[in-house]
């Protein structure tokens, strides 16, 4: 980088923010909206499915089946098939 001139770096960064932001501008608001709300549901997902496994190493089963409730609800409207693993509340010594 040393060879390189910095107002020719200078140009390069103005010219990579303009085809940003032409190509933001070119971006249908809905597409940002929809990415978004998948994004935060996916992050409800990872925080629902964690706060279960915390509940259930307390032993606190109350509180883990309405993490289960919650955790089939996102995975409903993410279209995600629910993985048995996320749900499993049984004790494996029980089996």
Excluded: H
Excluded at 30 to 38: A, F, K, M, S, Y
Excluded at 49 to 63: A, F, G, H
């Amino acid at each position: 980088m040393d060879n390189i001139p910095e107002e020719n770096l200078k140009r390069l960064a103005k010219f990579i923010a303009e085809e940003l932001i032409n190509l933001a501008k070119d971006t249908q608001q809905e597409d940002w909206l929809e990415v978004n709300i998948r994004d935060n549901a996916v992050g409800e997902l990872a925080r629902c499915v964690t706060l279960q496994n915390l509940y259930l190493d307390r032993e606190e089963y109350e509180k883990c089946a309405i993490m289960k409730v919650r955790i089939m609800e996102l995975c409903d409207k993410l279209s995600l098939q629910l993985s048995s693993d996320l749900t499993n509340l049984e004790d494996e010594d029980e089996e």
